[in-house]
């Protein structure tokens, strides 16, 4: 079971970048998929969520109106574009999969599969 994520990058503050979760080993259609990111010396914090379906979504406040979460279950694949970006988004990047499908959760422990995660840097 993988999760593979790229498309981190350096980045001027007000710009933009797409991120993408490359899924493989097990279908995770069913499952909610998410993204998280940690800064240096910083928790995992969660970012944004998304259910199987795409049809609830849930976000940090600190990113609402600026990213996008959005999956396409046909290529096991899930998505995170980033507007507006901030010197105070920079932090790797990890998606993750949760069987907990009732809800979305906000909890690092409840996501049971994680990516390797992706740099991303936002210049001032």
């Known amino acids: 079971v993988q999760l593979q994520a790229s498309g981190g990058g350096l980045v001027q503050a007000g710009g933009s970048l797409r991120l993408s979760c490359a899924a493989s080993?097990?279908?995770?259609?069913?499952?909610?998929m998410g993204w998280f990111r940690q800064a240096p010396g910083k928790e995992r914090e969660f970012v944004a969520g998304?259910?199987?379906?795409?049809?609830?979504?849930s976000y940090a406040d600190s990113v609402k109106g600026r990213f996008t979460i959005s999956r396409a279950n046909a290529k096991n694949t899930l998505y995170l574009e980033m507007n507006d970006l901030k010197p105070e988004d920079t932090a790797i990047y990890y998606c993750a999969a949760s069987e907990i499908r009732i809800r979305i959760s906000r909890e690092v422990r409840n996501w049971s599969y994680w990516g390797q995660g992706t740099q991303v840097t936002v210049s001032s």
């Open positions: 998304s259910s199987w379906s795409g049809g609830t979504v």
């Open positions: 080993g097990r279908t995770f259609n069913s499952d909610v």
